[in-house]
């Protein structure tokens, strides 16, 4: 193990940055096929958009991805560390939630048949990196049984799968988040994987990682289009939105397996989302509304439609909570290192509660203005 200032590569700087530029370049040219000839998302009443928009963006991403890591590790395989087995499975099982979605774009599956699909992969899953020791605190070490742990995992997966795909209504908003995610996981990993016993074996996440955010990086301009942010020239769509919260959630896991991140660290990337999307959900579960049905309630819309229309300045604000929240991640795991202190958990409560709080305040004083126009 090496020392903490000595902190060396996982994989060489110039193969990782060649990476990112490869599939950022690559994902562009994808996501022109899929504005000439990709399926079309036609407005609707819970849609923030107003007239038809090219969807399954996501196949674009996920297409680039694949295709630059592919290419890696065919012509500098050595050079990277790790089981590919891990890599494998991560990005098979999200590969594969991605192209449920791509169908779910077209077909339109009920909501029952999309969320029984996702249990059972999310299970499989997480028979292989299943949570069974829970790390609370210094001395407040649980260990659960491996079917509960199991079941607490799959859990986990299908709420960060649905996270980002309710979340999924604004320009830009999502994708970025994503993005953020996938470059905090890439450099929590370059950062603690040389200085914990088993973390070479996740050179290979972490190119996943990288190649995935270049992926993002690519196809935000046609999701998020600069000078005309409110009319978006292409939707990640369900393809995407699942791609990346099984990416997200599969990688928590994963790195907790390797003893470089925990399972909270997820909850820190997400934390706004998370927020959001669970109080909604509270919310209207207290109204007796279907929790399947789509709807326009969550706090981000609510915010299009009574305070700021603007998509840009809303997946701004967005991206600022979630960077902020990872950075403290970061920085909780980085006191657990130096300091043998695990504040991570009592941390992430500190910070969910926050944003609960404000989530609660917002809401409340956004639904006494009234609505900006009929759509946002």
């Not at 490869?22 to 990709?38: E, Q, T």
């Not at 959630?249 to 991140?261: C, D």
């Not at 399972?263 to 959900?281: E, H, N, Q, R, S």
Request: proline content about 5%.
């Amino acid at each position: 193990m090496t020392g903490f200032w000595q902190i060396t590569w996982l994989i060489p700087p110039g193969l990782l940055l060649g990476a990112l530029a490869a599939s950022a370049l690559v994902s562009a040219l994808l996501s022109l096929l899929v504005i000439k000839g990709g399926p079309v998302d036609n407005p609707r009443e819970r849609g923030s958009h107003s007239d038809p928009t090219p969807t399954s963006g996501g196949l674009a991403i996920m297409a680039a991805s694949a295709l630059i890591i592919g290419l890696v590790i065919c012509f500098y395989g050595a050079a990277i560390p790790g089981s590919w087995r891990d890599g494998l499975i991560l990005f098979g099982f999200a590969s594969l939630m991605g192209i449920s979605g791509a169908i779910d774009d077209v077909v339109d599956l009920p909501a029952l048949w999309r969320l029984g699909f996702q249990i059972s992969l999310c299970l499989i899953f997480a028979w292989f990196y299943r949570v069974t020791v829970l790390d609370f605190g210094p001395g407040l070490i649980v260990t659960v049984h491996p079917f509960i742990g199991l079941l607490g995992s799959a859990a986990w997966l299908i709420l960060t799968l649905n996270t980002i795909n309710f979340m999924d209504g604004s320009n830009g908003l999502a994708i970025g988040a994503q993005t953020i995610a996938m470059l905090v996981f890439a450099g929590l990993i370059l950062l603690m994987a040389p200085l914990s016993f088993f973390g070479a074996y996740l050179g290979v996440i972490l190119l996943i990682c990288v190649c995935v955010a270049g992926a993002h990086i690519g196809f935000a301009p046609f999701n998020l289009p600069p000078g005309t942010p409110q009319k978006a020239k292409a939707f990640q769509g369900d393809a995407g939105s699942m791609f990346a919260g099984a990416l997200i959630g599969g990688a928590t896991l994963v790195v907790k397996a390797y003893g470089v991140g925990s399972v909270w660290f997820g909850g820190f990337l997400l934390a706004p989302l998370l927020v959001d999307v669970v109080l909604t959900l509270i919310t209207r579960a207290r109204k007796h509304a279907n929790v399947f049905t789509p709807h326009k309630e969550h706090l981000y819309q609510i915010w299009l439609q009574r305070h700021d229309g603007s998509h840009w300045r809303l997946a701004v604000r967005i991206w600022g909570l979630c960077l902020f929240s990872s950075l403290v991640g970061v920085g909780a795991r980085f006191v657990d290192r130096i300091y043998h202190t695990d504040i991570r958990f009592f941390v992430l409560a500190a910070l969910i509660i926050a944003y609960t709080a404000g989530w609660l305040i917002l809401r409340q004083r956004l639904l006494t203005r009234p609505l900006l126009n009929a759509r946002p």
